[in-house]
């Protein structure tokens, strides 16, 4: 889906899991409101929980175990607190369109639909004809308005996934510049997450000592 790639394109391959899945969520689910469509799609994002671990573990080698956690709970977050929401936006809107094949009626009127929008050619077709300022004379031009008109919902619909597909592609490739970005704030903040873990402790270290042997010239003082 997306040009940039980030953890092994983990964001891409877990959207794309979501597409797959999004057949099992049930209209009664996507009609009652968002909260089980997000346990739904929450669920799934858990089973591909323990390879986030695992990319991360090999994608960021450098880290500390402790920093490693760290940096997976910021992952997490944003998994949980930006794409899946994005996410459920674009696909409860999508979703029921979809599986109406993209009428604006329900499925026992879409034949009727389609008369509808073959007639509304014929009209346009005939206007065209009609207008002074339309070169068109011949009748027969209000051929195309009709086909046009009868394949409407064919468009619409084209229109529909291209659109959807793009906004899947952008979601993911926000993903992966956020991850860009921690990753660029990881390598650009001096040294490894790790070693400046060791000089922290080092530092605690020393600054025990140093009150434990001031404490102790106070008591010889004393």
């Known amino acids: ?14 959207v794309q899991s979501f597409e797959n899945c999004r057949g099992g969520l049930k209209d009664e689910a996507i009609k009652t409101g968002p909260d089980e469509p997000a346990r739904f ?8 929980v323990p390879r986030l671990l695992d990319v991360i573990r090999l994608q ?6 402790e920093a490693r956690q760290e940096y997976f709970r910021t992952v997490d977050d944003l ?4 794409v899946l929401p994005a996410y459920l936006r674009l696909t409860l809107h999508f979703t029921p369109r979809e599986r109406n094949e993209f009428y604006l009626f329900p499925e026992p009127y879409h034949w009727l639909e ?4 073959a007639v509304v050619g ?19 031009w209000i051929l195309p308005f009709l086909v046009g008109g009868f394949f409407v919902p064919d468009v619409r619909r084209l229109l529909a996934l291209r659109k959807y597909e793009t906004e899947l592609n952008r979601l ?3 993903a992966d510049r956020e991850v860009l970005r ?4 990881y390598l650009t903040s001096g040294e490894p997450l790790h070693e400046r873990g060791s000089i922290a402790n080092a530092d605690d270290a020393r600054r025990r000592q140093g009150t434990a042997e001031t404490g102790k010239g106070r008591e010889r003082g004393d």
């Open 1 to 14: 889906m997306s040009g940039l790639r980030t953890l092994d394109g983990f964001f891409d391959s877990l």
């Open 41 to 48: 799609f929450a669920d799934l994002y858990e089973k591909e």
């Open 60 to 65: 960021e080698p450098h880290l500390s175990p």
């Open 79 to 82: 998994i949980r607190k930006v």
């Open 114 to 117: 389609r008369a509808g929008w």
């Open 122 to 140: 014929i009209v346009l077709g005939a206007a065209a004809i009609a207008a002074p300022f339309i070169p068109l004379w011949e009748k027969s």
């Open 172 to 174: 993911v490739s926000r």
């Open 182 to 185: 921690i990753d660029t704030a």
